[in-house]
C-alpha cells in the first residue's frame, strides 16, 4: 500500500504562484510513476501531469504546459508541482497518484491522495 498526502494548496491571485507537494508512505515511490491531476465542480477529474518513476520524463496537459513544472525527489519519498502564472480556470482540488505506468487517465493509477484545494482569484 501507498498513502498520499498532498499539501501546499490555498488562495493566490491571478498570475501568482503556488508549490503542492506530495508525501508518500506506506512503499518507496521509486517503483511508480507519479501522477497530478484536478477536478474542479461539477466536473471530471483531468489529468495534469506526470513524471516517470526515474524523473527523466514528464508531460504536462496543455492547458498548463509551461506554466507547470513536475517533480520528484525518491530519497525524501515526495513529488513536487510548482505552478506557475496562475489563471482562474486552475482553480480545483489537485490530487497526486502513483501508479506502475505513466499515464493520463484516471484508472492508469493505483493510489491517490486527498486532494489539497487551489483556488485562483482574479
Known amino acids: 500500500q501507498v498513502q498520499l498526502v498532498e499539501s501546499g494548496g490555498g488562495l493566490v491571485q491571478a498570475g501568482g504562484s503556488l508549490r503542492l507537494s506530495c508525501a508518500a508512505s506506506?512503499?518507496?515511490?521509486?517503483?511508480?510513476?507519479m501522477g497530478w491531476f484536478r477536478q474542479a465542480p461539477g466536473k471530471e477529474r483531468d489529468f495534469v501531469a506526470f513524471?516517470?518513476?526515474?524523473?527523466?520524463?514528464?508531460h504536462y496537459s496543455d492547458s498548463v504546459k509551461g506554466r507547470f513544472t513536475t517533480s520528484r525527489d525518491n530519497a525524501k519519498n515526495a513529488v513536487y508541482l510548482q505552478m506557475n502564472s496562475l489563471k482562474p480556470e486552475d482553480t480545483a482540488v489537485y490530487y497526486c497518484?502513483?501508479?506502475?505506468?505513466?499515464?493520463?487517465?484516471?484508472?492508469?493509477?493505483?493510489?491517490w491522495g486527498q486532494g489539497t484545494q487551489v483556488t485562483v482569484s482574479s
Open positions: 497518484a502513483a501508479g506502475v505506468v505513466a499515464g493520463t487517465f484516471t484508472h492508469e493509477y493505483e493510489y
Open positions: 506506506g512503499r518507496p515511490i521509486e517503483n511508480y510513476a
Open positions: 513524471v516517470t518513476w526515474n524523473g527523466a520524463r514528464t
